[in-house]
T-cell receptor, first 113, second 111 residues
Framework: NAGVTQTPKFQVLKTGQSMTLQCAQD?????MYWYRQDPGMGLRLIYY???????DKGEVPNGYNVSRLNKREFSLRLESAAPSQTSVYFC????????????FGDGTRLSIL | RKEVEQDPGPFNVPEGATVAFNCTYS??????FFWYRQDCRKEPKLLMS???SGNEDGRFTAQLNRASQYISLLIRDSKLSDSATYLC????????????FGKGTTLSVSS
């Protein structure tokens, strides 16, 4: 039962490098989300995709781009990584409907040197 | 005012204690409410949804107070394994919008 799968689990980048974080879900969920989590800041929404073909900015979108490749996959791209983007990144997905919770992947730990 | 606020704690309690967390939200149109549990360096996992009439799952009870715009989580007979960070999450009425999370309340249960 895979659920939400994120790759890679860990990554170290140098400032200015680019990187794409991958996320895939096998639960036939409509909506997918990218969050970052930093100490003392909680989970902050970067981008989300309410349905295949749509994407919207969240609370902290600057420095990121996303692609909803198909219903299963939602990728997050850092075009020019900065040390401030060092964080733990979580992807989540959700079935449409009231009271449907979000299900999270196990995260990508990203360090930018 | 932040959209979703929680007392960060930490709450340090002995085994067997009863502990309660509150979470306030600012958007009166919010429709869905959840409690998640997060262990150190792991992903958040759904603990329970919060229904209007309140709901219970074993030692855990969740309640919603729409008039005062808060949700609560009560843990009875605390176990060592309950030690974790508890996140409340709130969703607005628009379809597809994301959950907004509180920063979490840390619980430490000791023997």
């Amino acid at each position: 039962n895979a659920g939400v799968t994120q790759t890679p689990k860990f990554q170290v980048l140098k400032t200015g490098q680019s990187m794409t974080l991958q996320c895939a879900q096998d639960m036939n969920h409509n909506s997918m989300y990218w969050y970052r989590q930093d100490p003392g800041m909680g989970l902050r929404l970067i981008y989300y995709s309410a349905s295949e073909g749509t994407t919207d900015k969240g609370e902290v979108p600057n420095g990121y781009n996303v692609s909803r490749l198909n219903k299963r996959e939602f990728s997050l791209r850092l075009e020019s990584a900065a040390p401030s983007q060092t964080s733990v990144y979580f992807c989540a997905s959700r079935l449409s409907g009231k009271n449907q919770p979000q299900h999270f992947g196990d995260g990508t730990r990203l360090s930018i040197l | 005012r932040k959209e979703v606020e929680q007392d960060p704690g930490p709450f340090n309690v002995p085994e067997g204690a009863t502990v309660a967390f509150n979470c306030t939200y600012s958007n009166s149109a919010s429709q869905s409410f959840f409690w998640y549990r997060q262990d150190c360096r792991k992903e958040p996992k759904l603990l329970m949804s919060v229904y209007s009439s309140g709901n219970e799952d074993g030692r855990f009870t969740a309640q919603l107070n729409r008039a005062s715009q808060y949700i609560s989580l009560l843990i009875r007979d605390s176990k060592l394994s309950d030690s974790a960070t508890y996140l409340c999450a709130v969703k607005g009425s628009q379809a597809g919008t994301a959950l907004i999370f509180g920063k979490g309340t840390t619980l430490s249960v000791s023997s």
